[in-house]
């Protein structure tokens, strides 16, 4: 058989030719360069989120390590400055604020803030980020951590029910220095509030996040544990019997001219806001009563300077005293330099306890609520109103 050989020729490339195949290489080149910078710069972007304290990991784990993610950054301030107050303390104007965005599954949004914040601040807006308490009563974190777990509606179902707040606070060894930590969490889809293995997901970027700023900025304040379980805040309908409380409306008294004889509550532990609500015998709401310290105290005082500057006097400027019609503050020292803790009660919502307020009760029930959570904070007798 003969065998027919085959002769390959190679084309013979014109000058131009080459120059064509050389341009295309630097554009394969430089195409390849851009794919490699883009699939890196979400990372790159990541490490540096909310000034490098952000644990990725976590992040990725709870908004899907597959999904693509929009990350915006700003950071401001500085933390352990030597801006001073008007009362010629220590300020913080550190300001640090993220969002981490993926289309298909939600976000985690994240802010930072050092505490007490200059006194130039004060009366205009928020000092910190809030957490949501219309509805629902957060609960605290508990496992050693000073902090908050909140949503403004726990109900299985709800358009909220994939979205929740965790605060954590920073008692840091500085006399009097904080570090606020405010992470809110929306998931979308199947992901509900309602499910006890979901919950720590939403608080473990926020407690990680603490551990990593708590180093960053030199804060050295104690620690918490993981938080592996975490309990749902308190809906409007829970209510129990205000004699057997044994949370944050413990010791509270009742009234029988105000029907003050159901409670709303949370467990009382090392929570920087805690809340009571006092009502009537099928649970509807008479008297709030709120417990606030650190920052929170703060920011209460400088929105009392904000909203009722047509008032004589305000927390801000007095320890104690009435506020309008149906409303008393008291307030207590804290250890350490901490903001003093602000102690208040308002009627819950208009109606009989607005038009004939019960005075002497009121001041009975801010009382026996301020003492209860000032002494299981470590802080003083509280000074109360008078009238």
Known sequence: ????????????????????????????????????????????????????????????AVLGEDAGLEVTNRTEGAFGDKAATSGGKRANSLSVRCRITAESTGHIAVTIAGSPRPRAEYGYGELYAAVPASHTLPVPLGNGWSGLFATDTARLGDAEDGTATTAVLLDCARRGDSLLITVETALRGTTTLDDPAVRPDFVRTATATAEAANDHWGCGARLGTPVRTVGLPVNEDEYEPLLGAKGTCTAVPTASRSAVSTARETARDRAPRESCVLGMRDGSPLYRLEAYYGPYAEDARSQYTRDYDYENVTPAEK?????????????????????????????????????????????????????????????????????
């Open 1 to 60: 058989m003969a065998l027919t050989r085959l002769t390959l020729t190679r084309p013979t490339l014109t000058r131009r030719g080459v120059r064509a195949l050389a341009a295309a290489a630097v554009a394969l080149a430089a195409l390849a360069g851009a794919i490699v910078w883009f699939a890196g710069s979400e990372d790159r972007a990541l490490d540096g989120a909310c000034d490098g304290v952000l644990p990725v990991g976590d992040v990725r």
């Open 319 to 387: 320890p104690a005293g009435r506020l309008g019609q149906s409303a008393y503050w008291a307030g207590a020292t804290c250890p350490r330099g901490a903001e003093s803790a602000l102690y208040l009660i308002r009627a819950a919502a208009d109606g009989e306890t607005r038009r004939r307020p019960d005075l002497a009760y009121e001041r009975a029930a801010l009382a026996a609520f301020a003492a209860a959570s000032a002494e299981h904070h470590g802080c003083a007798a509280p000074s109360l109103p008078k009238d």
